[in-house]
């Protein structure tokens, strides 16, 4: 077959398609969003069609893989880590479940947060769940990986999550392509003991998943994923997915006589790993995220001879890289030179004639009139009115929580409480707060900054483009209330006095700022 | 055959282009090729940078290590000292001369030059008359790729052949501009 090349997040959507997916499922999500892209535009080369559009947010595009699995069918559902937390209920759910037609839950982690608000290790969220992950160390394993990882699907009737770090998914190298492999024939589940999650079948179930996991361990032991590469002494490293890169870079270019156990499908496999350890008195545990195997391995009371972040041979924080692994294995590297005082900070930025800069002029202007200064924001794009020259945002926490959160600091008597919102995270998680203000007539004033786009990840398709108006209406928020403007220079004046009407308003408003993205309106 | 390059720029300024083009040259030649980017929020304006290492032995690392890149290719000068740390004591930089300026307290333009000239040898390039000279400013990166064409490792007919692969899509004119521009950077450097 042909080589191509491919960014890891691409090399898992090819693999998806290769393997006979009939959809994928997802909502953009930096290191994530590369993934559904791909599929969106290369549908298969026989002829069948892949359901590709994005989905609102996480959790709806989870359980609709879910339905399609349930019908027979392959599905894949993307998503960043904290994705996951939207999905969760599903996902934990999922599992005790099991599926039907493969299913294989992709979670792009972001270690050293390069685009998010944390570092959580979707590792713990599959031990959780107790359902294998399988963790590619590059871009032809994230290939051959996703391809196993739905055979493995079927094989064990439970989801499977493909666990990759920021640094595979944004890295391009050749992948050999195999054969594909036709989509499943529509053939829909109908075993309601299964996927009716009353407490009488659930506790069947839930004791079938702990028995299941035997079977599990087992899969990891005979994986031709896991495997030990070298078996040179006395020290020994277990390498977990990528981290097996970074061991290998060093091990390789400084020669060293280091034993190498490579893991990369989970729950760890019993028997390798007892053989490795036993056979080797100093081992380092190499982890792209949380020391979630290196905390297993060593007990609560810490067996000394597994090193790892807990006693500082490696950081506790941030993404791994050669020159980490290098100092863990006490490797000599060379001096290297400095970044010159000279160089100035380069921070990301709202782009030039970009809506919400229009939007956070009027937002500080009418602010001033304040005493205290709080706006509750939210994820995108605006999150950089948090930076100079705005220094305007006060909150970024979670996907919607601009809403809730001014909803609940102005149950505390705070006035006014003021939050900004985008168009695709109010309909990811937005409208369910709003409602949550209007039944309570809380005075609260929403600004939807609606640029038409899931803009910060590249300009998706947003869930409720051209309805927010009517979105708001049928939720209950009062007509006069709901105040369309739009953010240009020449508006600045009108939209700072409708902004303070609505701030005067004791009830929950809403101000529809919309003008497209200056990114999409390029294109 | 062993090259790590860093390719260096703003978010927007188009580094991906420059890679993608040795990227090409490079699996048209049976070479091993990893290259990391970055997506997300630093696209917006903010210091970006690609890790391309080519390699007939098998790669390991998506990064390269600290002090192991033979090649800084920067399109502005300030991003080109950003990734010193990974400049190998006998490696390169080559960067164009035009500051792109977007924050607020962008370093004084000489004194910038004169820490380029005391860092490493060095090839500064001003890549925006090149490219209006090739006929089309945007033809901007082709010229630094140009330039820095002697320290890739790869020969200049199969670079060149990579940009009428890249472009070839965009009709014969872009097709011409752009090789156009390479060479003049090349010309620029070897002279």
């Known amino acids: ?15 998806a398609l290769d393997a006979g997916i009939s959809g994928v499922y997802a909502y953009p999500g930096t290191p994530s969003t590369e993934i559904t892209e791909f599929i969106q535009r290369s549908q298969p080369e026989n002829g069948a069609s892949v359901r590709s559009a994005w989905a609102t947010n996480e959790k709806t595009a989870f359980e609709a893989a879910l ?68 963790e590619p160390a590059n871009q032809q394993e994230a290939y051959d990986m996703t391809r196993y990882g739905f055979e493995l699907s079927e094989k064990i009737k439970l989801p499977v999550m493909l ?77 977990f ?28 496999p019993k028997k390798l790993i007892s053989q490795f350890t036993g056979k080797y ?25 597994f090193r790892g972040k807990f006693d500082g041979a490696l950081p506790r924080t941030g993404e791994l890289t050669p020159n980490l692994l290098a100092k863990a294995l006490k490797v000599d590297t060379e001096e290297t030179r400095s970044i010159p005082s000279i160089v100035a900070g380069r921070p990301p930025m709202l782009c030039k004639g970009c809506s919400h800069r229009d939007l956070f002029d009027a937002i500080n202007r009418v602010m001033e009139e304040y005493p205290e ?42 006035r006014p409480a003021l939050c900004v919102i985008g168009d695709s995270t109010f309909t990811h998680s937005g409208i369910t707060g709003l409602l949550d203000a209007v039944n309570d007539n809380t005075p609260i004033t929403v600004i939807i900054s ?27 928020v009062e007509e006069e209330h709901i105040r369309p403007i739009t953010p240009l220079k020449k508006n600045l004046e009108e939209n700072s006095r409708i902004l303070k009407e609505e701030l005067n308003y004791q009830g929950v408003s809403v101000i529809i700022s919309q003008r497209e993205c200056i990114q999409t309106a390029r294109k | 055959m062993n090259k790590n390059i860093i390719i260096a720029g703003v978010g927007g300024q188009g580094i991906l282009t420059i890679a993608s083009i040795i990227d090409l040259a490079a699996m048209n030649l049976g070479l091993q090729v990893k290259q990391a980017e970055v997506h997300g929020m630093s696209q917006r304006g903010g210091a970006v940078e690609s890790h391309l290492r080519i390699s007939s032995e098998e790669i390991y690392s998506d990064l390269i290590p600290l002090g192991k890149a033979d090649l800084i290719l920067s399109i502005e000068p300030m991003e080109a000292l950003r990734y010193l740390p990974f400049l190998s004591p006998e490696g390169v930089i080559v960067t164009a001369t035009e500051p792109y300026k977007n924050i607020a307290h962008y370093p004084e333009e000489e004194k910038l ?79």
């Open chain 1, 67 to 134: 339905g399609m699995s349930y019908a027979g069918k392959r599905s894949l559902t993307c998503m960043k880590h904290v994705g996951l937390n939207v999905a969760a209920d599903a996902f934990m759910n999922a599992a005790i479940t099991g599926i039907h037609g493969g299913l294989v839950v992709t979670v792009a982690d972001d270690p050293s947060m390069h685009s998010s608000q944390n570092e959580q290790d979707s590792r713990v969220y599959a031990k959780f769940a107790m359902i294998p992950v399988l």
């Open chain 1, 450 to 476: 609606d640029n038409g786009t899931t803009a910060m990840t590249g300009g998706q398709n947003s869930a409720g483009s051209g309805r927010y108006y009517n979105i708001c209406k049928g939720i209950g």
């Open chain 1, 373 to 414: 200064h709080h706006l509750f924001g939210d994820i995108g794009c605006y999150t950089l009115g948090a930076l100079p020259p705005y220094n305007a945002i006060s909150t970024c926490v979670d996907m919607g929580a601009s809403i809730t959160m001014a909803k609940g600091a102005a149950d505390a008597g705070m």
């Open chain 1, 241 to 268: 997915g990528i981290a097996y890169n970074y061991t290998m870079e060093v091990v390789k270019t400084y020669n060293l006589p280091i034993a190498v156990l490579k893991i990369s499908q989970y729950p760890l």
């Open chain 1, 1 to 15: 077959m042909q080589k191509q090349l491919l960014l890891g997040a691409e090399a898992i959507a090819q693999a």
């Open chain 2, 113 to 191: 030059m004169d820490t380029i000239k005391e860092s490493a040898t060095h090839l500064s390039v001003d890549a925006g008359l090149l490219a209006r000279k090739a006929g089309s400013p945007k033809s901007f990166n082709v010229v630094m790729l140009g330039a820095a064409s002697p320290y890739i490792g790869i020969e200049t007919e199969e670079l060149e052949k990579a940009i009428r692969l890249f472009f070839g899509r965009k009709g014969e004119e872009i097709v011409n501009v752009n090789t156009k521009a390479f060479r003049l950077g090349k010309e620029y450097a070897t002279e």
């Open chain 1, 163 to 239: 666990r990759i770090p920021t640094r595979l998914s944004h890295s391009r190298a050749t992948i050999t392509r195999a054969i594909p492999r036709e989509q499943n024939d529509l053939s829909p589940s109908g075993d309601k003991t299964k996927w009716i999650l009353l407490p009488a079948n659930a506790r069947k179930s839930y004791q079938r998943l702990i028995e299941k996991q035997q079977e599990l361990i087992d899969a990891s032991d005979s994986s031709i994923f896991n495997k030990i590469i070298e078996e040179k002494g006395p020290m020994g490293v277990i390498a």
């Open chain 1, 281 to 305: 008195s100093d081992i380092l545990i190499a982890e792209e995220g949380y020391p979630v195997y290196e905390e297993l391995l060593k007990g609560y009371f810490g067996n000394g001879k």
